[in-house]
């Protein structure tokens, strides 16, 4: 019976010619997982499901392994957006006591009773889910779970270099060399409420830059990620208090060279735009 269900399910995925591929052996089991992304992690797998006790189907994302815990702690952190991008809510189950953390969407009050809207609906489902969530298993599996402990001797501390400051300069006299669409300048070493300085600020455009040069070692960089997050989140805050904008104000990381794909890693999980000037 499964067999013959999945085997029809299968040609609803190619028919829609999505991310989640259809070309597989149908299973005997009231359970199909799928692939997210590239390779075949079993840490990570979409499974449509029949026959549960509430819903004749659902489609869920499963994760497992040693780190499965932790990210789906890094995943549950942007559930509004994530949820937003689907264009439906999901269920985050963490579940402590079992080996797998599960997210499910369920069809809610949608009307499944005869096996095709069943389905279409899990094939939408499925491929929404894949779209949205293999960028973020894809940077997942790359960052680090054990919090690295901070540095401070490869961190800038001293007087400003010469190449720091004319960096800094020019990017205040062009605001077009790090992408911020404003005809002002950019004014330096901005006092915020909070009482950083951010090394040049896009009032117009109420977008901050934070500036490294291609001398500062890793740490250094990592710090300036990091920064950006504070320097976002306090302008935005004053937006909200002081501003009758909403709050939009963003950090973006300027540097005279390449980031190291780890630390692009980092800086694309938490949304900060970096650079290369």
């Given at each position: ?5 999945w085997?029809?399910f ?5 028919a829609?010619n ?19 992304g590239?390779?075949n992690?079993s ?9 549960t006790?509430?819903?004749p189907?659902q489609a869920?994302l ?6 499965a815990?932790s990210?789906?702690?890094r995943?549950n ?6 949820e937003?991008?689907l ?11 079992h080996?797998e ?8 009050k949608?009307?499944?009773s ?9 094939a939408e489902?499925?491929?929404k889910?894949?779209?949205v969530?293999?960028?973020r ?5 790359k960052?680090p779970i054990?919090r690295?402990h ?7 501390t ?5 190449t720091h400051?004319?960096l800094?300069?020019?990017i205040?006299?062009?605001p077009?060399m790090?992408?911020?669409k ?9 006092l915020?409420l909070?009482g950083d300085?951010?090394d040049v ?16 070692r ?6 300036g990620i990091f920064?950006c ?5 306090v302008l935005?805050?004053?937006?909200r ?6 709050p ?6 300027a540097?005279d060279?390449?980031?190291s794909?780890k630390?692009?890693d ?6 900060i735009r970096v650079v290369?000037?």
């Open positions: 019976m499964h067999k013959d269900y085997a029809a299968h040609k609803k995925l190619n829609v999505g991310p989640v591929s259809g070309n597989r052996k149908p299973g005997a089991m009231a359970t199909m997982d799928y692939a997210v590239r390779g992690s840490e990570y797998r979409l499974l449509a499901r029949r026959r006790h509430a819903h189907v869920e499963c994760l497992k392994g040693p780190d815990k990210n789906f702690q995943l952190r942007e559930k509004e957006a994530i937003r991008e264009g439906f809510p999901l269920k985050w189950e963490k579940r402590p006591d080996v953390s599960l997210i499910i969407a369920c069809p809610g949608a009307d499944l005869e096996r095709r809207s069943q389905h279409e609906w899990l489902r499925l491929n889910m894949h779209l969530f293999a960028p298993i894809k940077i997942i599996k960052l054990e690295p901070p540095r401070p001797d490869g961190w800038h001293g007087p400003e270099s010469e400051k004319s800094k300069q020019r205040a006299g062009d077009a790090v992408g911020v404003t005809a002002e300048n950019g004014e330096e070493e901005y915020l909070s300085k951010v600020y896009f009032a117009k455009a109420a977008v901050a830059v934070e500036v490294k040069t291609v001398n500062a890793s740490e250094e960089i990592r710090r920064q997050i504070k320097y976002r989140a935005q805050a004053e937006q208090v002081y501003g009758s904008e909403s939009t104000a963003d950090c973006l990381l540097l060279g390449a980031l794909d630390l692009q980092i800086a694309e999980f938490l949304h290369s000037c």
